[in-house]
């Protein structure tokens, strides 16, 4: 399994953070490359969507679940076809204020957002690919853009959640077998 993992420190509420990152509709918003989601359920577990991807001459529709939901903690998904991959939203509220926290800032969370996935699970009927190109092309440059895109949409919701843009470090956290 690959693992993505991305983190960074937002000054909101844990509370507030789970309110945004539970909206997964909301998500065309951080993403580049995210056109629309579909929700089937009520928001909690065994909710499904269905999320539209369009990247170069490609578009791929996702189907996701709601595995659980920890509020205001975590917020876990699996993808239900087409590749075996599953992740969480993460919110850890910190004890101390970071040293370069914004000066109005009263509260802090550790976010992350981690993606764990089989590459060599992904079923390459899925996506209908122009003459020429292969599977295992288009899976090489996929990986570092799923990366790419992780930091977006973490840094894109941090924006969202403490309602201002600021520069923020983001974590790329290395685990074995990861991107």
């Known amino acids: 399994m ?3 993992v991305v983190s960074t420190v937002v000054y909101a509420p844990a509370r507030e953070v789970y309110d945004v990152l539970v909206d997964f509709p909301g998500y065309t918003a951080y993403s580049d490359h995210l056109r629309d989601v579909t929700r089937r359920g009520d928001g909690g577990p065994g909710t499904r969507y269905a999320l539209r991807f369009e990247w170069w001459k490609l578009t791929y529709t996702a189907r996701s679940e709601v595995t659980d939901l920890d509020p205001p903690h975590r917020i876990d998904w699996r993808l239900v076809k087409d ?3 599953a992740g969480r939203w993460r919110i850890d509220p910190l004890d101390s204020m970071p040293a370069d926290a914004p000066e109005d800032a009263t509260v802090a969370c550790r976010v992350f957002f981690e993606v764990e996935f089989d ?3 992904a079923d390459s009927s899925a996506v209908s690919l ?3 190109v292969s599977f295992d092309w288009v899976l090489s440059k996929v990986k570092p853009l799923a990366v790419s895109e ?3 949409v973490v840094e894109r919701a941090v924006a969202d959640i403490e309602g201002r843009s600021r520069p923020i470090e983001l974590r ?3 685990r074995p077998g990861s991107v």
């Open 130 to 132: 122009p003459a020429l």
């Open 172 to 174: 790329v956290h290395e």
């Open 119 to 121: 590459p060599g699970s």
């Open 150 to 152: 992780a930091e977006d």
């Open 2 to 4: 690959d693992e993505i």
């Open 83 to 85: 590749i075996d991959a």
